[in-house]
């Protein structure tokens, strides 16, 4: 066996051991009888830390050692190159954490969500603050592991990867910088836009066959998924061929299940579309959390708030659901995708508020972790945010502050990844309608097998074998930019609108 | 810490790579992609072995040495001593097998079994036969592993800890000698038993619709299971209060899902009435697989095609399927339920044919083991016993010595567990009788809450603390006795078939 091959066994095990876990979160999300509950809490903790145990092990130093000699002429892409390289980062991050640390802020976790659960409910942020102080705390403790430029890198490192918060904040900033004067001329423009259509009673039982021809028509490996219920929609993969994709259905808005479904697949097409050598080592995932979500919003918003695929399905619309779309045309069904509306809570907003949203969030995660705001002052900050931003006043902490529970979870630089994928999908978009020139044709004839492929080849059969700063690179030049994506937005919204920008523009981006 | 505690970390964590195990392979079972097949496999073996190499680790050792001195002076049955006593036992077997050896026994399995499926959908014994002497021959240097007084005694103890094959044969040869006898008895009475009424048209939507509602009915804890659809019917625990069960449905035949789905939830209703404080340890489990089966054969046959239970459906048996049962009063159903005819597959088999075809078995398996067959002459003594014993004849090896996989898997001496069931539960339903005399007209009101917290108290409650002969002693006083299994089976049947020494016997204790 070569140092390689010694490798790969090490690190199928520690795949395995993930891949055990996500089914059985999975399960507990989906499947579980309630009683399962505790038991299962247990099984889950004992995967985590027999995973990690195996991750931050000497003997994987020592097989990483012994691979790198061998596979220092590969070239940089190589799957044997990458396969030690992307592991070796694994590897010193995860020795840089005591263990002690590591189980303290999984016990307190758990503690701490529950807490905001509770407060959240009574809305009462002053039951929250001694959890999040100490999820504060933790993470401090947690960053201090790590040498960085910004004591905010560490934790955005662990969902992009090699990210510096320097070259976040000006994106983001500039992304924000650009969204609120288009929202500002969206209200200025005094046209209601009507969404009405969307609302309503919408059988569940139609909303669950829509939800399975919308997936099926999807390019979706056949036999390779299968769509559940849940709370909270997610998807996960078991394996390459094994994605498990979830949803819920509202039976008073179509929209919740029509596009959670198709935002969950476009998670499940990039995890289906990895190349299956990959499968059972740590390149078998995608680039970051960005790159996930910019698939998950690219077939949602792109693709699936967009003219040609409404068109396309709105003849089927009108059959499962008659009483709501019989008298609306399909210029009719896209302006209804095409509301804008500031609202107080994240994950209902639209495509234009949805990064004021993570704005605010990523400035106030700046401030804590740069000790500039006391977190007993939160809610005011947040508030006043959220006025500025969006115009609202906020009612209460429960649609406020306490609305999200990745502070609660210690999940420290998580929401700018929201916003980061919405901005590489908007490049990913622009470089796809260079190569596509059909794509709006093939679209509107419901074949979406084309952008897939040019999607699978550039992005997804590789996995996760570069950095996501490398992969931007890679498939669209540069850097990340949210040119594109403010582009799209005012195109499409500034039509919708009937802005005066917009008519400079391309009508058929969106 | 105490020992003690030491120990129960490093047997929660073997508990729970079990448990995460067991839920892999429920999912494979009944909710997996196709797709996902190739890498469960491999995340199935990863979890066997990582448990494995715990299970017989030297920490664990270790462990136990220290613990045992701890415990000295518990008394024999308390939770301390028994997992100290039971856990040591697992231990020394672990320890006994060199991982070659069971890593080679895993692999040849697995190529065995889809070589045993392909050989009988071919019905090709020849094509089967190098397969099968290869796990023979694993089978043979597994218990060479092991002291034993019989060579058939390590492989029983896998199943049946502690019982030796001395003790057993006599116990399945009595049975045998008992069941021929009324077997011809039956056959001569020349009395004919419409069952017409179990076959048909069964839609499966009604045919779900009772399946919930019998377990609903059953004395299951509430949220606490769940009922998935499964090509081969079986049940599985995540934890004490998550039990799978699972059933098919067969739409031409009512009884496929009726009784199929009693059996299963027999088997969950032991596993969810284990003291919770077993959980996470080895002794949270069934004293044996037929103590196990003695519980999914009680519930079937003793109550789920008992007189009190099936008057009890009756009602809902006509609303649900009228075309069938309109016709049919109380007696008949009883009847139709009741109904022996020889036939060549084990697992259609009735409750008094079914324990020969586990009889031929046994005696092949002690005939293999002890060097007295020739694996190239098992058709021909197969066919011969079901010649002997069941007056049939064998029109090919797939409705013959091909029917099982149980060889296939090398799982020798597991066949005589399934009689050792049917035994164990005419031992527990005299002695329940015995205890609780309301019973009848409690199960003829759909009350099975006092039979089931009478096996709750007596059984269910204390897991895997005691070895089967101990238990048999406990709850029947004495040891293995075929005598009421016999008894009930010549009630039953003699009543059926209007056999005259059933006049003598009790008529009510079907």
């Given at each position: 066996?070569?140092?390689l091959?010694?490798l790969?066994a090490?690190?199928?095990?520690?795949?395995d051991?993930?891949r055990?876990?996500?089914l059985l979160?999975?399960?507990?999300?989906?499947q579980?009888?309630?009683?399962g509950?505790?038991?299962?809490?247990?099984q889950?903790?004992t995967?985590?830390r027999?995973?990690?145990?195996?991750?931050?092990?000497?003997d994987?130093?020592?097989?990483?050692?012994?691979a790198r000699?061998?596979?220092?002429d590969?070239p940089?892409d190589?799957?044997?190159?990458s396969?030690?390289?992307?592991?070796?980062?694994?590897?010193?991050?995860?020795?840089r954490?005591?263990?002690?640390?590591r189980?303290e802020?999984?016990?307190?976790t758990?503690?701490?969500?529950?807490?905001w659960?509770?407060?959240?409910?009574?809305s009462d942020?002053?039951?929250?603050?001694p959890?999040?102080e100490?999820?504060?705390?933790?993470?401090?403790?947690?960053?201090?592991c790590?040498?960085?430029d910004h004591p905010?890198d560490?934790l955005l490192?662990?969902?992009?990867p090699?990210?510096?918060?320097a070259?976040?904040?000006?994106?983001?900033e500039?992304?924000?910088?650009?969204?609120?004067?288009?929202?500002?001329?969206?209200a200025?423009?005094?046209?209601?836009?009507?969404?009405?259509?969307?609302y309503?009673?919408?059988?569940?039982?139609?909303?669950k066959?829509?939800?399975?021809?919308?997936?099926?028509a999807?390019?979706?490996?056949?036999?390779?998924?299968?769509?559940?219920e849940?709370v909270?929609?997610?998807?996960?993969g078991?394996?390459?061929s094994?994605l498990?994709?979830?949803?819920?259905?509202?039976?008073?808005?179509?929209?919740?299940?029509?596009?959670?479904v198709i935002?969950e697949?476009?998670?499940?097409?990039?995890h289906?579309g990895?190349?299956?050598?990959?499968?059972?080592?740590?390149?078998?995932?995608s680039?970051?959390l960005?790159?996930?979500?910019?698939q998950s919003?690219?077939?949602?918003?792109?693709i699936?708030?967009?003219?040609?695929?409404?068109?396309?399905?709105?003849?089927r619309?009108?059959?499962?659901?008659?009483?709501?779309?019989?008298?609306?045309?399909?210029?009719?069904l896209y302006?209804?995708?095409?509301r804008?509306q500031?609202s107080?809570?994240?994950i209902?907003?639209?495509?234009?508020?949805y990064?004021?949203?993570?704005?605010?969030r990523f400035?106030?995660?700046l401030?804590?972790?740069e000790d500039r705001?006391?977190?007993?002052?939160?809610?005011e900050?947040?508030?006043?945010l959220v006025?500025?931003?969006?115009g609202?006043?906020?009612p209460?902490?429960?649609?406020?502050v306490?609305?999200?529970?990745?502070?609660?979870s210690?999940?420290?630089?998580?929401?700018?990844?929201?916003?980061?994928?919405n901005?590489?999908?908007?490049q990913?978009w622009e470089?796809a309608r260079?190569e596509?020139?059909d794509m709006?044709?093939?679209?509107?004839?419901?074949?979406m097998?084309?952008?897939?492929?040019w999607?699978?080849?550039?992005l997804?059969?590789h996995?996760?074998?570069?950095?996501?700063?490398?992969?931007?690179?890679?498939v669209?030049?540069?850097?990340?930019d949210p040119?594109?994506?403010?582009?799209?937005l005012?195109?499409r919204?500034g039509?919708v609108?009937?802005?005066?920008?917009?008519e400079?523009?391309?009508?058929s981006?969106?």
């Amino acid at each position: 066996m070569s140092a390689l091959d010694d490798l790969r066994a090490a690190l199928a095990e520690i795949s395995d051991l993930g891949r055990a876990r996500a089914l059985l979160s999975w399960d507990e999300w989906t499947q579980m009888p309630p009683r399962g509950a505790a038991v299962r809490a247990e099984q889950l903790s004992t995967l985590s830390r027999l995973r990690h145990e195996r991750l931050a092990s000497d003997d994987l130093g020592r097989l990483l050692d012994r691979a790198r000699a061998e596979v220092k002429d590969a070239p940089y892409d190589s799957f044997e190159a990458s396969l030690v390289r992307m592991t070796t980062r694994h590897w010193e991050k995860a020795r840089r954490v005591p263990p002690e640390l590591r189980a303290e802020i999984t016990r307190q976790t758990s503690i701490s969500e529950h807490a905001w659960e509770e407060a959240r409910d009574a809305s009462d942020f002053r039951a929250f603050l001694p959890y999040l102080e100490r999820m504060t705390a933790l993470a401090r403790r947690y960053l201090e592991c790590f040498e960085f430029d910004h004591p905010y890198d560490p934790l955005l490192d662990d969902y992009e990867p090699g990210m510096k918060t320097a070259e976040v904040r000006p994106v983001l900033e500039a992304l924000r910088d650009g969204l609120r004067p288009l929202l500002a001329d969206i209200a200025a423009s005094g046209a209601e836009v009507d969404n009405s259509c969307l609302y309503g009673d919408f059988p569940v039982d139609a909303q669950k066959r829509l939800a399975r021809e919308v997936l099926e028509a999807l390019p979706l490996q056949e036999d390779a998924w299968r769509v559940d219920e849940t709370v909270h929609p997610f998807a996960t993969g078991i394996g390459v061929s094994d994605l498990r994709i979830t949803t819920r259905f509202d039976r008073a808005y179509i929209g919740a299940a029509l596009w959670a479904v198709i935002h969950e697949a476009g998670h499940a097409m990039y995890h289906n579309g990895i190349d299956p050598a990959l499968e059972r080592t740590p390149l078998c995932g995608s680039v970051s959390l960005g790159f996930d979500e910019s698939q998950s919003r690219l077939w949602e918003n792109w693709i699936g708030r967009g003219r040609p695929y409404l068109a396309h399905l709105h003849p089927r619309l009108r059959e499962l659901f008659p009483g709501q779309f019989a008298d609306v045309d399909t210029e009719g069904l896209y302006q209804a995708a095409s509301r804008v509306q500031p609202s107080l809570i994240r994950i209902e907003a639209d495509e234009v508020t949805y990064n004021l949203h993570i704005a605010l969030r990523f400035e106030l995660e700046l401030q804590i972790i740069e000790d500039r705001l006391a977190l007993s002052d939160l809610p005011e900050a947040w508030n006043a945010l959220v006025g500025d931003y969006l115009g609202l006043e906020v009612p209460d902490d429960a649609h406020g502050v306490l609305q999200d529970i990745h502070w609660a979870s210690g999940s420290f630089g998580y929401f700018p990844t929201y916003s980061l994928g919405n901005v590489i999908a908007g490049q990913l978009w622009e470089a796809a309608r260079m190569e596509l020139p059909d794509m709006d044709a093939q679209l509107g004839a419901g074949e979406m097998g084309p952008l897939r492929d040019w999607l699978g080849e550039r992005l997804y059969r590789h996995g996760a074998k570069l950095l996501p700063a490398e992969m931007v690179d890679r498939v669209c030049g540069g850097s990340l930019d949210p040119a594109p994506l403010l582009g799209y937005l005012r195109d499409r919204f500034g039509g919708v609108y009937g802005l005066e920008a917009a008519e400079t523009a391309t009508p058929s981006v969106s």
